[in-house]
T-cell receptor, first 111, second 117 residues
Framework: DAKTTQPPSMDCAEGRAANLPCNHS???????VYWYRQIHSQGPQYIIH???NNETNEMASLIITEDRKSSTLILPHATLRDTAVYYC????????????FGTGTQLKVEL | GAVVSQHPSWVICKSGTSVKIECRSL??????MFWYRQFPKQSLMLMAT?????????EQGVEKDKFLINHASLTLSTLTVTSAHPEDSSFYIC?????????????FGQGTRLTVV
């Protein structure tokens, strides 16, 4: 699976958009980009995933560059409850393929 | 999203005893389950992958005789930490994935905090 690079930490003001970047320059054509987050002392929570098109759901938007070498997770109106570690993971398709977590980005949402 | 339930949420046990952690998929059939452990301020480390009805595949460095994994049904997997020692104290998390589509997301349990004294 392709390796990902994320900034270790980011701050965001409550109510503003949080834009979390991820580099995956070695991604291959059949690898998806998945985003999870982990709030302190809880299991990871699935946020969104995509292949090459931009995706949006009730939690977030995922913007993938045309060359697929990077992506950005957007939380449109961050709240204090969005404070968490956000993980960007690139994975081959297939139900048995394992999710390997990097170090992620610690997002701190402040008043 | 789908629900994965882990039990217990926390457990304290004496050194040398065994502890069993259960992971259940409540509203879908989990053909594959993953077990992770997480030490404080670190990321999740994959321990093993199990497919229903098959033996688990362990990651390098994980002792299969110490961390027994059973995935006997499509909704239940168990992790047994045998002869636990203080260094096994950690946050253990399971993840389940179904087979309804070939790009399914994985859902995680809430984790089990194990403390060995």
């Amino acid at each position: 699976d392709a390796k990902t690079t994320q900034p270790p930490s980011m701050d965001c003001a409550e109510g503003r958009a949080a834009n979390l970047p991820c580099n995956h320059s070695t991604i291959s054509g059949n690898e998806y980009v998945y985003w999870y987050r982990q709030i302190h002392s809880q299991g990871p929570q699935y946020i969104i995933h995509g292949l090459k098109n931009n995706e949006t759901n009730e939690m977030a938007s995922l913007i993938i560059t045309e060359d697929r070498k990077s992506s950005t997770l957007i939380l449109p109106h961050a709240t204090l409850r969005d404070t968490a570690v956000y993980y960007c993971i690139v994975i081959l398709t297939g139900g048995g393929n394992k999710l390997t977590f990097g170090t992620g980005t610690q997002l701190k949402v402040e008043l | 999203g789908a629900v994965v339930s882990q039990h217990p949420s926390w457990v304290i046990c004496k050194s040398g005893t065994s502890v069993k952690i259960e992971c259940r998929s409540l509203d879908f059939q989990a053909t594959t389950m993953f077990w992770y452990r997480q030490f404080p301020k670190q990321s999740l480390m994959l321990m093993a992958t199990s497919n229903e009805g098959s033996k688990a595949t362990y990651e390098q460095g994980v002792e299969k005789d110490k961390f027994l994994i059973n995935h006997a049904s499509l909704t239940l997997s168990t992790l047994t930490v045998t002869s636990a020692h203080p260094e096994d104290s950690s946050f253990y998390i399971c993840s389940a994935r179904g087979a309804r589509a070939w790009n399914t997301e994985a859902f995680f349990g809430q984790g089990t905090r194990l403390t060995v004294v």
